[in-house]
């Protein structure tokens, strides 16, 4: 299990955005099991993904938890 945080100039609506293509059909194709105005949470292949946003001090403190998609969890926060 994996859980980091990286701060992002974009808004939260993009980021959300960003994790649904990145982790939803036409990326990891993992199922989306909830979403919500600053978190969305995905789920298959025995493990899952929840990105939640914060705003902190101007910019936004993104976190990416996760099961069994550690590197994907990275590589996404690596393209923010």
């Known amino acids: 299990m994996i859980r980091i945080s990286r701060k992002s100039k974009l808004s939260t609506e993009e980021i959300l955005a960003k994790a649904s293509r990145y982790f939803g059909t036409g990326g990891e194709g993992l199922d989306q099991t909830q979403s919500g105005p ?10 899952y993904v929840t990105v939640a946003v914060a705003e902190s001090e101007g ?22």
């Open 38 to 47: 600053c978190c969305i949470s995905f789920s298959g292949g025995g493990g």
């Open 59 to 80: 910019r936004r403190e993104v976190e990416v938890e996760g099961r069994e998609f550690e590197y994907q969890a990275k590589h996404f926060l690596e393209s923010l």
